[in-house]
């Protein structure tokens, strides 16, 4: 058996589930209650893949494993795991893990009648609710036309839908010697994981009866909640004049000013199809009109 059918079933057992994450070669766990893990297959000494593991999930608010399959890891490899928060698991806990699922397995196939094991969480605000309900997303109705661009530019363009996650989120922020609630809404790319200031005003429609093209799903709502998060962080951030006077002065001092960070809280709304039209000459946001370039969507 292949091992990582084998790790997706003892994931099942443990009443979570496995999903299709990026990059595709990892294994990517969810909890069902906003938590979950990434897990790397180990197959020979080669400390950059684990760099490189670490550093295409650093935005993962999830626990990161690496299963070493070949001989004991090197030094360095343990020594850089332990440094950036990734559990080791050697090869003979690999092989212990494994084999006792193999065991388990084989005895619960000849246990007529054996439940299968389910999460007990009352809590069914589930962050992958869409696609543990097996809904399709749905889609954001252009405010553009395709008839529109064409009489404009003369160009015929396709018409594709990205899916995109949308956010909502509150927070804590100083703004002088208060303390203010701010909240609003981001959206994040499920193509490129690239976040932004959420759309308005938006109609949602559960099919889109012309032709048109569906981008493949990438960023799992999981791993995009954190892209939200350092957005939020990043980009709220702002400058304060802060005023005072002397007998000779008046002074002004600016000081930078972010959000708490640990009082982010962010709240998946739903995943849905965002327009666009694409040509060989331009690409416009079928929502805003606006011209973009291919590489702020894919």
Known sequence: MDIRILIGEIVKGMGYRTYPGYPEDYIWVDHGDGSGEVIMLLENQDLEK???????????????????????????????????????????????????????????????????????????????????EGNNPRYIR?????????????????????????????????????????????????????????????????SWPTTHRELELKWEPLASMERAKRWISDSLETEVVEKSETDAFIIYSRTRVKPLEDTIKVTFINTSFYPIYSSPALVMDGFTGEIKSINDFV
Not at 177 to 187: F, I, P, Q, T
């Open 142 to 206: 252009p405010v553009v036309s395709g008839e529109m661009i064409t009489s404009s530019i003369g160009l015929k363009a396709d018409l594709i839908f990205v899916p995109f996650h949308f956010f909502s989120y509150s927070m804590k922020l100083m703004e002088g010697d208060n303390l203010v609630v701010k909240e609003g809404n981001v959206m994040v790319n499920a193509v490129n994981g690239k976040a932004s200031r959420s759309i308005n005003g938006y109609e949602l429609l559960d």
């Open 50 to 132: 684990v760099r490189e593991f670490y550093s295409s999930t650093a935005s993962f608010p999830g626990e990161r494993f690496l299963f070493i399959l070949n001989d004991a890891a090197n030094k360095e490899i343990l020594s850089y795991c332990k440094s950036h928060k990734i559990t080791a698991v050697s090869r003979d806990d690999t092989a212990k893990l494994l084999g006792k699922a193999l065991i388990d397995m084989q005895l619960s196939r000849k246990v007529e009648g054996r439940p299968r094991v389910q999460g007990t969480k009352e809590d069914k605000d589930f962050i992958l609710v869409y696609l543990e």
